[in-house]
Structure formats: structure tokens, C-alpha cells
């Protein structure tokens, strides 16, 4: 069984920063396969920035440059940490994790950008 926790989350005057986290339960864990997405009021779920596989990470067009996903396999623990955040940011995070066929998420943490 694997559990994902999310923290970090709060609301933020644009232009400031977060830090968001995801910990891991299992004893199995590897930053290959997690990812950060993240759903707004009335959308769908997108997701924003992923480990790509050998160190390499990849993230949204409206994202990159301002978020940053790392993470620390002894800690079984993922960041994105968010810069210069905007109002469009606002939206709840998840992170996901995915062993072979199956993902793995967690309860999510809301993130509330005022302008």
C-alpha cells in the first residue's frame, strides 16, 4: 500500500513563493515516476511537472521557469517548490506516483494565490 501526503500548501500574495512537499509511505520508492499536477475550480486535473527519468524533469509550458520538482529518494520525499506565482496558480496540488500500471495519489493541498 502506498500513501502520498501532501503539505506546504496556503495562500500567498502573487508574486510569492511555496514550497510544496509529498511523503512517501512505501518502503519502495524511487523520484523516477512522481509527478506534481494540480486541478483548478471547474477544470480538469494537469499535470504541471514530472521526473522524466534519469535526473530529467519536465513541466508545463505556463510553469516552467517559476516551479522546480526534486526530490530525495532517502527521504521517500518529493518538492515543487513555486516561484512568482500568479492568481491562474490557484488550484489544488497533488502528487502521484506511478509503480508500473498504477498510480498512487495523494489527498491533495490547496494552493490560493491572491492578486
Known amino acids: 500500500q502506498v500513501q502520498l501526503v501532501e503539505s506546504g500548501g496556503g495562500l500567498v500574495q502573487a508574486g510569492g513563493s511555496l514550497r510544496l512537499s509529498c511523503a512517501a509511505s512505501?518502503?519502495?520508492?524511487?523520484?523516477?515516476?512522481m509527478a506534481w499536477y494540480r486541478q483548478a475550480p471547474g477544470k480538469q486535473r494537469e499535470l504541471i511537472a514530472t521526473f522524466a527519468g534519469g535526473g530529467n524533469t519536465n513541466y508545463a509550458g505556463d510553469v516552467k521557469g517559476r516551479f522546480t520538482i526534486s526530490g530525495d529518494n532517502a527521504e521517500r520525499t518529493v518538492y515543487l517548490q513555486m516561484n512568482s506565482l500568479k492568481p491562474e496558480d490557484t488550484a489544488v496540488y497533488y502528487c502521484?506516483?506511478?509503480?508500473?500500471?498504477?498510480?498512487?495519489w495523494g489527498q491533495g493541498t490547496q494552493v490560493t494565490v491572491s492578486s
Open positions: 502521484r506516483q506511478r509503480r508500473g500500471f498504477i498510480d498512487y
Open positions: 512505501s518502503s519502495i520508492f524511487s523520484i523516477n515516476g
